[in-house]
């Protein structure tokens, strides 16, 4: 699954892999997932806190890894990777990539999705809402659940994000190319409403 940040892949990638019976993969939930404390942690933290990709020889291993453990023998959904060409093409020397689903929606979208998003500070609570597209929040820059104030992510203002837009047309769009060069690649349109994009997903992989 392959789509600009906020379009919605990983939401459709879990969706997918329920509905197949197949593991979610997604290098980004590994790579929170690492204790902060250990070697690895703490260097995968430092590219993700500054927006930008981990090593590719990182990610290769982790997902060499994963792709070890017995419940992929039917397949898997991968989510974030491959990410960029040099990550692909070692991919491909140990995996088959059967099918590329890529997500698509305007940059101009992906910007509105991103910059309307407010988290609630109170960190017992941490509920999210979207001035953009939904759940608005009732009174503006306050949070329905528990009255606390809402903020923006430091990494989701509007220069953040347009930097992290271009790495995706600059590294992960070659990916994109790479494959359908090899014919696999569906595009699915990521704009609407989640229950729809996954109904196009699923028609045009011709699954029930
Ligand atoms: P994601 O949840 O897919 O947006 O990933 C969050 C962060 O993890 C990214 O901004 C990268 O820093 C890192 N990351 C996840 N997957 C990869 C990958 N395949 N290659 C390099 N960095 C990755």
Known sequence: MIGVQASGKG????????K??????????IFRSLDDESELGKKVNEFMERGELVPDDIVMEVVKERLKKDDVREGAIADGFPRNIDQAKRLDEFWTVETVVHIKITDEEAIKRITGRRICTNTECNAIYNVNTSPIPTTEGMCDKCGSDLKQREDETEEAVKE???TFHDETEPVIEHYKAKGVVIEVDGMGEIAEVQKRILVK????
């Open 11 to 18: 939401t459709q990638a879990k969706l997918l892999a329920e």
């Open 20 to 29: 197949l019976k197949i593991p979610h993969i997604s290098t980004g939930d």
């Open 164 to 166: 992290r837009i271009q």
């Open 205 to 208: 992989l011709n699954i029930d």
